[in-house]
């Protein structure tokens, strides 16, 4: 299973532009990376996922470098609501496989 | 309307109790799981299922039972074992297959909140 490590906290303003980077060194060939948005007393939820290179949807983008070793989730014009624990994961995309969720970035904007 | 429903929202155990937490997911998904959170913290998994009549334990097993005998349902017991049951704890689903364009993307219920009396 690939280990994932992302920065514990990151602070920001609303209408700024965040990017927070997921590390996976030991990615592999049949791995997908899934982002995951978790509120307080609630389950997370899908933000964007992606195997290579840039995907993009309503909420988010998601940059993967050719080697696949690490990934980078970005919001774009951030706001209150944004405020949340953002997880990285990496896992075979055939589903029903242990999975392992890391401990998150909480992300905290600011006014 | 699908999803996956917990319940109870909250749950009070007593010492030496038995409880048993309910996942029904109607998303025709085939793998279940259950996550553990404690305050502060990521989710460890406790235990899955990929099909009927199949789970496997995952890092934090121990004091936590489940069976899968319907595809829509899997309960998670917490048994007087568990010493330190008091946490958040989460059910997700999700498809198998090589052949989704989706792949592997975990729909999560709201949660149950568990704690000892």
């Known amino acids: 299973l690939a280990k994932t490590t992302q920065p514990i906290s990151m602070d920001s303003y609303e209408g700024q532009e965040v990017n927070i980077t997921c590390s996976h060194n030991?990615?592999?060939?049949?791995?997908?990376i899934t982002w995951y948005q978790q509120f307080p007393s609630q389950g997370p939820r899908f933000i964007i996922q992606g195997y290579k290179t840039k995907v993009t949807n309503e909420v988010a983008s998601l940059f993967i470098p050719a080697d696949r070793k690490s990934s980078t989730l970005s919001l774009p014009r951030v706001s209150l609501s944004d405020t949340a624990v953002y997880y990285c994961l990496v896992a075979k995309g055939t589903g029903g496989f242990k999975t392992i969720f890391g401990a998150g970035t909480r992300l905290f904007v600011k006014a | 309307d699908g999803g996956i429903t917990q319940s109870p929202k909250y749950l009070f155990r007593k010492e030496g109790q038995n409880v048993t937490l309910s996942c029904e997911q109607n998303?025709?998904?085939?793998?279940m799981y259950w996550y553990r959170q404690d305050p502060g913290q990521g989710l460890r998994l406790i235990y899955y299922s990929q099909i009927v009549n199949d789970f496997q334990k995952g890092d934090i097993a121990e004091g936590y039972s489940v069976s899968r005998e319907k595809k829509e349902s899997f309960p998670l017991t917490v048994t007087s074992a568990q010493k330190n049951p008091t946490a958040f704890y989460l059910c997700?689903?999700?498809?198998?297959?090589?052949?989704?364009?989706?792949?592997?993307?975990?729909?999560f219920g709201a949660g149950t909140r568990l704690s000892v009396l």
């Open positions: 030991n990615i592999a060939t049949n791995d997908y």
């Open positions: 997700a689903s999700t498809l198998t297959g090589d052949r989704l364009l989706a792949k592997n993307i975990q729909y």
């Open positions: 998303l025709n998904h085939d793998a």
